[in-house]
């Protein structure tokens, strides 16, 4: 019993380092949507823009 304690707090480890891991993961890609949604809009905005901009012309 005194060997699988050690193995037992190993694994317990791993896995508590395996989901604080993927935790990361899912903030780090909702954190590039937000900046793709961001990027997208400001594109949009810039193309409206330069087309009110031409039409005045």
Same mark, same amino acid.
């Given at each position: 019993?005194?060997?699988?304690?050690?193995?037992?707090? /190993?694994? +317990?480890?791993? =896995?508590?380092?395996?989901? &604080? =891991?993927?935790? /990361? *993961?899912? !903030?780090? +890609?909702?954190?590039? *949507?937000?900046? $793709?949604?961001?990027?997208? !809009? +400001?594109? *949009?905005?810039?193309?409206?823009? $330069?087309? &009110?901009?031409? !039409?005045?012309?």
């Amino acid at each position: 019993m005194l060997k699988e304690y050690p193995e037992t707090r /190993l694994q +317990n480890l791993r =896995t508590a380092i395996y989901k &604080e =891991t993927i935790q /990361l *993961i899912k !903030t780090h +890609n909702e954190d590039r *949507i937000h900046t $793709i949604l961001h990027f997208s !809009t +400001n594109i *949009i905005c810039f193309v409206i823009l $330069i087309r &009110e901009y031409l !039409t005045l012309w």
